[in-house]
């Protein structure tokens, strides 16, 4: 079986990337926004509802970016092979939700949660200097991250969103 999931990259004018960090069943996860695609909705919605469900944040989705092109088994269901899509996205509004700087600082409601639920979640900006493949936990983000680092390092020091095109 196979489980679709769809990414958000949001890089902000500070040039600084927005990762999830997830406490799931134990585990401890850095990963990039977004989440599992529902039946009977398109990729670019499911991004949107992600968002808006975790963040309450409204985006617009852009370009496509990447979608895994090799097998990747499900790090919580071994009966379900992961194909990950990957979009740029740009906030419609300000980000509301509390922003932490350092990894897995999680707060007492979102303990709360994670005692309910067994998975919770917070936010932090990665600067662009820092983040590489390293800084995420799962195998397909760090290929995405290897790829975004080197894309830029072609063109430029800059992150991708914020290159100008050439004539």
Same mark, same amino acid.
């Given at each position: 079986?196979?489980? &679709?999931? !769809?990414?958000? @990259?949001?890089?902000?004018?500070?040039?600084?990337?927005? &990762?999830?960090? &997830? @406490?799931?069943?134990?585990?401890?996860?850095?990963?990039? %926004?977004?989440?599992?695609?529902?039946?009977?909705?398109?990729?670019?919605?499911?991004?949107?509802?992600?968002?808006?469900?975790?963040?309450?944040?409204? !985006?617009?989705?852009?370009?496509?970016?990447?979608?895994?092109?090799?097998?990747?088994?499900?790090?919580?269901?071994?009966?379900?092979?992961?194909?990950?899509?990957?979009?740029?996205?740009?906030? @419609?509004?300000?980000?509301?939700?509390?922003?932490?700087?350092? %990894?897995?600082?999680?707060?007492?409601?979102? @303990?709360?949660?994670?005692?309910?639920?067994?998975?919770?979640?917070?936010?932090?900006? &990665?600067?662009?200097?820092?983040?590489?493949?390293?800084?995420?936990?799962?195998?397909?983000?760090?290929?995405?991250?290897?790829?975004?680092?080197?894309?830029?390092?072609?063109?430029?020091?800059?992150? %991708?969103?914020?290159?100008?095109?050439?004539?």
């Amino acid at each position: 079986m196979v489980n &679709v999931r !769809v990414y958000g @990259l949001l890089i902000n004018e500070q040039q600084q990337v927005l &990762v999830s960090d &997830v @406490l799931i069943r134990g585990s401890y996860i850095t990963k990039l %926004p977004g989440g599992g695609l529902e039946f009977g909705e398109g990729t670019r919605d499911c991004l949107k509802r992600e968002f808006m469900e975790e963040m309450s944040l409204d !985006v617009e989705v852009t370009d496509h970016f990447y979608t895994t092109d090799f097998f990747q088994i499900s790090a919580f269901n071994t009966q379900y092979q992961i194909i990950s899509i990957y979009y740029f996205v740009k906030p @419609l509004g300000p980000i509301t939700v509390p922003l932490r700087t350092k %990894p897995f600082d999680f707060d007492e409601r979102e @303990l709360k949660i994670y005692e309910e639920k067994k998975e919770t979640e917070t936010f932090r900006f &990665v600067d662009w200097a820092d983040f590489s493949a390293d800084t995420m936990t799962l195998p397909i983000d760090k290929v995405v991250a290897g790829l975004l680092k080197d894309g830029a390092k072609q063109h430029t020091s800059q992150p %991708p969103h914020h290159r100008q095109s050439q004539p």
